[in-house]
């Protein structure tokens, strides 16, 4: 069992920057796969960036060159640096941790944080 708490939203213009962060409890922290969704009134959640256990990252075309994902195993904890907000990433933030264990998916959700990039 995984628990996810997201911090670091808020409002901020456009153009400028938030850092996310996402602690999580519970053991094996690091053989977890973590992503970043969001999800904007009357749209459909959608992934923001993943990293695996290994460190690799992708990202949604939308934020490439903007976002970066990173992990702190030691910390059990998952960042999301956010650079050069656009009105468009304004939405719900979640955490999000997933693992594969003998055939069975596991799939935990944070509350979510809010984001919001309006002048």
């Known amino acids: 069992q995984v628990q996810l708490v997201e911090s670091g939203g808020g409002l901020v213009p456009p153009g400028g920057s938030l850092r996310l962060t996402c602690a999580a409890s519970?053991?094996?922290?690091?053989?977890?796969?973590m992503g970043w969704y969001r999800q904007a009134p009357g749209k459909q959640r959608e992934l923001v960036a993943a990293?695996?256990?290994?460190?690799?990252?992708n990202y949604a075309d939308s934020v490439k060159g903007r976002f970066t994902i990173s992990r702190d195993n030691a910390k059990n904890t998952v960042y999301l640096q956010m650079n050069s907000l656009k009105p468009e990433d304004t939405a719900v933030y979640y955490c999000?941790?997933?693992?594969?264990?003998?055939?069975?998916?596991?799939?935990?959700w944070g509350q979510g944080t809010q984001v919001t990039v309006s002048s």
């Open positions: 999000n941790a997933y693992i594969v264990v003998h055939t069975t998916e596991y799939d935990y």
């Open positions: 990293i695996t256990s290994g460190g690799s990252t």
């Open positions: 519970g053991s094996d922290f690091s053989h977890y796969a």
